[in-house]
């Protein structure tokens, strides 16, 4: 866990100088965007949850569902898991995704890796605005 938790600060810390400075810090496959609408949201005293859908590259329509928390209760920051399904002809494919999420103004920057069931290992750098229902992601797909 400890591991982990290095690689995600490492990784924010990155992330801070831009999204294109971090993809030149891996070896990268393909790269492309992913934008999505928020469908639903759901609070309650200890998370919240929101559920996005929209088109992400190669993935094409791509369901996402997320539960942000803040174990160390700091208002501006704290992690998150989630879940993406899509199917794309015959295929479906899932996704795990986990990462940290930082408060900037009106929006919430997330910095996520996601798993995902074809084998691949996606990293993403978005925004997600909950006033205007939106998310948009830079992906690179890591060479593994």
Known sequence: MRFLSVI???????AMS??????RSFDVN???VAEFEIDAVDVDA????ASLSGEAGPYGRVYLS???TSKQDLASM?????FAWTQNGEEVVTATLQGVWVKSGTVFKLYTFDA???GKLNLAIGEIDFIN????FDVSELKL
């Open 18 to 23: 831009g999204s294109a400075a971090l993809a």
């Open 8 to 14: 995600l600060a490492t990784l924010l810390l990155t």
């Open 116 to 118: 995902v069931s074809n």
């Open 30 to 32: 393909e790269q492309f």
């Open 66 to 68: 997320y539960d942000f």
């Open 133 to 136: 229902k939106t998310a948009r």
């Open 46 to 49: 200890e998370t919240f949850k």
């Open 78 to 82: 704290g992690e998150f898991t989630g």
